[in-house]
């Protein structure tokens, strides 16, 4: 009787054990490799960080972390992508402020970003740069609004597209500040630094990859971040918001998952990423890309999205951007 007892304990513990399994998926994640998908080409920012944090993922939770690059559409085909995949853990999107962005941007859009995805890990944030050429004779923001405001038709501001960070950025600083600018748009950063530097366009606020070279070669002048703190990279140069109070416009990476992707496979990412992000070897490498670590809960990763949605449907209603 007592060793039937106990092989009847035995099953019924075993029976417990593998419903318990099947409850708690996030117990064996990763059991298979994970896709992480990015919405632009191989070679830019987005993919470099991308690879760096897929790299480090893949070490500390034995599964590979494959970065599959699906560009097109400022991103939305990669996230379509990922908002129509199974909810399990095993695809996850890249996402960043142009998320944010396309939200008000795209009029007709096959997904909700913040009911379609589950806010993961914020990875990382970098500012614009606001610059000049040399032959503008402002050397501060305040100087800059001034000229500006004094020769309101010649001033021309660049952009590397309709509702890129380049164009939201200098359309922010207009409305905070009432200087007129027109917007003249390139395709891509390249041409527009080329017009920037031969006088025939005034200002640009840049990524800082794309300007640090010039700035420090002298062909450029920098006024100030877009960042709401001075910035490690370049701690000479001030922000904006410390002369025009509360502007900020930030770009930033982070990882996302499908709705519904178990509450225990998110933490798991959250809390391996923050691991990531407090390593000196990462921290040095993302220094290199003139980014800063991100890191910080899931729950204020949401807020932030939130946050940059509404920013960016005023500038995007202001500026009259829609888009290509």
Known sequence: ????????????????????????????????????VVGYAP??????????????????????????????????????????????????LLGSNASTINVSLYKELSFDFQKDFAPVALLTR????????????????????????????????ASSGAGSSTRLSAELFKMMTGVQMEHVQ?????????????????????????????????????????????????????????????YEMTSWYALFAPTGTPAGIVEKLNKEVNAILAEKEIQEKLAGMVATPGGGTTEELRQHVASEIAKYADVVKASGATAD
């Open 1 to 36: 009787m007592k060793l039937f007892a106990s092989i009847l304990a035995a099953a019924t513990l075993s029976v417990f054990s593998q419903q318990a399994a099947v409850a708690s998926p996030e117990a064996a994640y990763p059991s298979k490799p994970v896709k992480l």
């Open 126 to 157: 970098f500012p614009n740069i606001m610059v000049v050429n040399n032959t503008v004779p402002a050397k501060t923001v305040q100087e800059f609004i001034d000229y500006a405001k004094a020769n309101p038709k010649n001033i021309f501001f």
């Open 186 to 246: 390139y395709k891509g950063s390249a041409p527009a630094l080329t017009d920037l530097m031969a006088g025939r366009i005034q200002v640009m606020f840049d990524t800082a990859p794309s300007v640090m070279q010039l700035i420090q070669g002298g062909k450029l002048r920098a006024l100030g971040v877009t960042s709401a703190t001075v910035q490690p990279f370049a701690p000479e140069i001030p922000t904006i918001d410390a002369t025009v109070k509360g």
């Open 43 to 92: 070679g830019g920012s987005s993919d470099a960080v991308a690879r760096l944090i897929a790299g480090r993922l893949s070490d500390k939770l034995g599964q590979t972390f494959v970065v599959e690059n699906r560009p097109g559409a400022a991103s939305n085909i990669a996230a379509a992508t990922v908002a129509r995949s199974p909810n399990d853990g095993y695809t996850i």
